[in-house]
């Protein structure tokens, strides 16, 4: 099974690495593909999740998103990744 | 990883700190301070005040999205998930952020369902999965967070998911910057300004903080060089006798922000009058709740609400670290009777709150990562 983005980041909520939304963190994720408003997105580790698309416009496979708590925030270019 | 690794390039560290020095006059203090609280863990993790001159002092600000709730704030998310039937949902660190009557987790202890989600998307399938129950997501973060809360609720309404609403601490930080600046508490020389944030809002809303301050400001990314060449940056103002707003996350934020984004956040909230941050105390215009036609979301309006002030404990001096006025390890409490595992004030809850970063990364650092360790 793919692992789940979703569930890595709850999980990863401890004291030492925190919970990701609440410090602000967004993660550079690249389009797999679209359904409706939502996209199912991986991240440089392979790791999947569906993300909301609405605040960046039409998405499609291969384009490059910052994501935070869920939600595409912007549109990257190509190469650029996230923090 | 080849996308991480160019940003933390010691070589590349070690140039950018070498002309960083040089541009430092030798009798002058730099204060600087990093507004975001993901830049304060950065900062903490790698070290990155190392690879300063003496004379340049990272200031640590308010910008962790958790520091800043009040304990009312909690009390009333307790007192929301004591209701028969509502099911509470909120971020991660939240579960654990002190209240006065103690913290989400313990009230679970005592019964109440609270859950941790990743998403407010998530509270909202919790919703549409049980029906027969009320839930409420608490919502805290600055205006990175605040449109995922916001594309929420206009999701809930296209859907028809009436058993769903949201309980809003999301706060703005432009006004905790002035905040900041009219305090007389702390002279500061520069901000680094933050990143994701300004994904949203873009960097013209800090100009005033030039214009009006003769301050610079720096939007920075979150690795260790992205922080380093920011500082270079502001540097470089200093020496050239310029106080401007400069994007050195470009590679991420435009300068106009996300105009989607911005739109659905005025669309979806309103402006309060006042809202109270732990330890800066009330301040306008500073935080939003959810607009008026959009009403039955609203858990404030859904729901009786204690909405008692609930003043900080003693020993706490959170409102001065997150003012930058003192050094976590500062702090009276800090790193014995307040630690991660059982934290007094909110600071040492989120990672990005200073105390926690300097509690896990500062000297007591069994696992900070230097650039060195990293070549
Ligand atoms: S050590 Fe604890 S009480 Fe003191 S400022 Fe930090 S979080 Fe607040």
Redesign the interface.
Known sequence: MTPDL?LA??QA?D????????????VALTVLDVVGADARCRD?LGREETV?T????TVQAGDRV?V????A??R??A????? | ?K??DE?RNPELAQVLSREIAQLCEPNRHYKIMEV???HT?TIYRYGVQDHLPENIELVHGP????CVIPMGRVDDGIAIAERDNVILTC????MRVPGGRGSFLEANARGTDIR???????ALRIARDNPDRQVVFYA???E??A??TA?TI??AEAEGIDNFSVFCNHVTIIPAIKAILDSPDLRLDAFIG????S??IGCRPYEWISRDFGLPLVCA???PL?LLQSVYMIMKQFTEGRAEVENQYS????YDG?P??LK?LANVFALRPFFEWRGLGSIAHSALQVAPKFAKYDAELRFEIPGVRVADPKACQCGEVLKGVLKPWECKVFGTACT??TPIGTCMV???GAC?AYY?FGQYAK?RLTLEVLS
């Open positions: 979703r980041a709850t909520c004291v030492t690495d925190g919970c990701i939304t609440c410090g602000d963190v967004a440089e909301a609405e605040l960046v416009g910052l935070h708590a869920g939600v925030i912007e990257l270019a190469a650029a990744t996230g923090g | 990883m996308f991480v940003f975001c609280g993901g863990h910008g962790c999205p958790v971020f991660g660190d939240m941790m989600v990743y998403s407010p998307l998530d805290i973060g600055f990175t967070t449109p995922s594309l206009l999701r933050p990143g994701h944030v994904t949203v990314g979150f690795e992205d590679r991420v934020v435009s996300n989607v984004a659905v991660p595992e989120s990672s990005e926690a896990n696992q």
